[in-house]
């Protein structure tokens, strides 16, 4: 049974940092993309980043470029996403998601304007950041 769960969040101040990880049991991320959504209350699902199964190819919307770095631990069967400079706007619960149908990130649109979207997504229940003072 695949099973895929991200840890790491939690409360920390502006300009704080959190590194989340996203772990699967029965599925080997490292053959799959793998990206990280977030949601806030009352706000539509944003795509935050996406690995390939290759690490050189990976992307991340334009709200946290600069500020977020994505990472596969192959060994550790993990992805983690580390978090830098967070801002308040930042506090959503963020989840991971295998695309099981594709071993590189789907994008839709060119430039700043693409979006990542899943073929076959399996997602985790997802983790709290809280980004407060």
């Known amino acids: 049974q695949v099973q895929v769960v991200e840890s790491g969040g939690g409360v920390v101040q502006p300009g704080g940092s959190l590194r989340l990880s996203c772990a699967a049991s029965?599925?080997?991320?490292?053959?799959?993309?793998v990206a990280w959504f977030r949601q806030a209350p009352g706000r539509e699902r944003e795509w935050v980043s996406c690995v390939s199964s290759d690490p050189r190819d990976y992307y991340y919307g334009n709200a946290v470029k600069g500020r977020f770095t994505v990472s596969r631990d192959n060994a550790k069967n993990t992805v983690d996403l580390q978090m830098n400079s967070l801002r308040p706007e930042d506090t959503a619960v963020y989840y991971c998601a295998a695309d099981l149908y594709s071993n590189a990130c789907v994008r839709l649109g060119v430039g700043n304007g693409i979006e990542i979207q899943l073929v076959k997504g399996s997602w985790g229940q997802g983790t709290q950041v809280t980004v407060s003072s």
């Open positions: 029965g599925l080997n991320l490292g053959r799959y993309a």
